[in-house]
């Protein structure tokens, strides 16, 4: 059993002695590590049961600790960060040497990330190295977004759980990187194409590579609940699934069923993408052997919901 707890002074005690804490972010909780240590770092891999080809993200505490740790930052990105940051956007940026090889799985870009969580901020700007966090649960299940989503997995393997809350963002960030200089989203995540767009105009999407992606994390089938998911309109979905053996997931709607989860009853799709994995992880309780899903509108992190739903149900 972890201990679930809120003091910064004991996170930052075992982060020092190489060991991992869960920490709370507006995104997800992440498994945290010195990213400077390869000890550290090799713990994560393992207590994730993650392949080493996929890189880890670099948490820090405010945008000039970048330049401790990349070379160069486009325009773009240092707009996309003073915009952005703290938040929920990952910048691929290229590396410096004293980030090891193994966080990066030998690529040479690094992810760099600057959560916006009071806590976590303190304990960042508490320590003298930046923190290498994936998100805190197995190798291709659902990300965590409470302390007590990470104890039920993770809670044998560490010994801390920096108790944040629940997450208000509830979905990954959104990563973007740069080919020449021209960025690229290569996750949807809790920051807006349109807020991005917005910022720096058009971008190019590239998040369906498969078999050797850029980000690993677009794998197909990943973010994988217990139960299958299978996507359509729900009410056709009942014609072949009887209902007292599936879970229903909506947006808005109310199919009146003992095991439905409605994202969001008044159709704000924040509330939705918060409440998106806990609702998945919920049904990994109810005694059904399917879960029956519609698509979230595609607009806003509407987009990145619907990419979540898309790979929890490939199977
Ligand atoms: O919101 C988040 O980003 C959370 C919180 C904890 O910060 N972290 C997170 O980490 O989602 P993780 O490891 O679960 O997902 C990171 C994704 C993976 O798909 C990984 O392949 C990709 O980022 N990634 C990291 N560094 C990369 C790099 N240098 N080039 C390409 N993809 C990279
Ligand atoms: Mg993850």
């Known amino acids: 059993m972890a201990e679930i707890g809120n003091q910064i002074e004991k996170a930052v005690r075992l982060l020092e002695q190489d060991e991992l804490v869960a920490i709370p972010t507006e995104t997800v909780y992440g498994l945290a590590g010195n990213a400077l240590s390869?000890?550290?770092?090799t713990k994560i891999f393992s207590v994730k049961n993650r392949p080493q080809f996929d890189p880890l993200i670099v948490h820090i505490p405010?945008?000039?600790?970048?330049?401790?740790?990349?070379?160069?930052?486009?325009?773009?990105?240092?707009?996309?960060?003073?915009?952005?940051?703290?938040?929920?956007?990952?910048?691929?940026?290229?590396?410096?040497?004293?980030?090891p090889d193994l966080v990066t799985a030998g690529l040479d870009t690094v992810g760099i990330r600057c959560p916006n969580h009071f806590l976590t901020r303190q304990l960042l700007q508490r320590l003298p190295f930046p923190l290498a966090a994936p998100s805190a649960n197995p190798f291709g299940y659902v990300s965590p977004t409470k302390p007590e989503h990470v104890e039920?997995?993770?809670?044998?393997?560490?010994?801390?759980?920096?108790?944040?809350?629940?997450?208000?963002?509830?979905?990954?960030?959104?990563?973007?990187?740069?080919?020449?200089?021209?960025p690229v989203v290569y996750r949807?995540?809790?920051?807006?194409?349109?807020?991005?767009?917005?910022?720096?105009g058009n971008v190019q999407l590239m998040t369906h590579s498969t078999s050797n992606p850029k980000a690993p994390g677009q794998l197909k089938s990943h973010y994988a609940p217990g139960k299958k998911v299978f996507l359509g309109k729900v009410e056709e979905l009942l014609q072949q699934y009887p209902s007292h053996l599936s879970g229903i997931l909506t947006f808005q709607k109310d199919f009146n069923s003992p095991f439905q989860f409605i994202l969001s009853p008044s159709g704000s799709l924040d509330e939705a993408a918060q409440n998106l994995f806990e609702a998945l992880r919920a049904f990994d309780k109810m005694p059904v052997d399917v879960i029956l899903a519609e698509l979230v509108p595609n607009v806003g992190l509407g987009k990145a919901i619907n990419d979540r739903l898309q790979r929890a149900a490939v199977q």
């Open 38 to 41: 390869k000890s550290a770092v």
């Open 62 to 99: 405010n945008i000039e600790k970048a330049e401790t740790y990349v070379t160069e930052i486009p325009e773009q990105a240092r707009i996309l960060a003073d915009t952005f940051w703290p938040g929920p956007l990952t910048l691929l940026l290229k590396k410096k040497s004293i980030i």
């Open 188 to 200: 949807l995540g809790g920051l807006s194409l349109e807020n991005i767009e917005k910022a720096i």
């Open 152 to 182: 039920e997995q993770l809670g044998n393997s560490i010994q801390y759980i920096l108790d944040g809350g629940i997450c208000t963002v509830g979905i990954e960030s959104t990563i973007v990187g740069f080919e020449n200089e021209t």
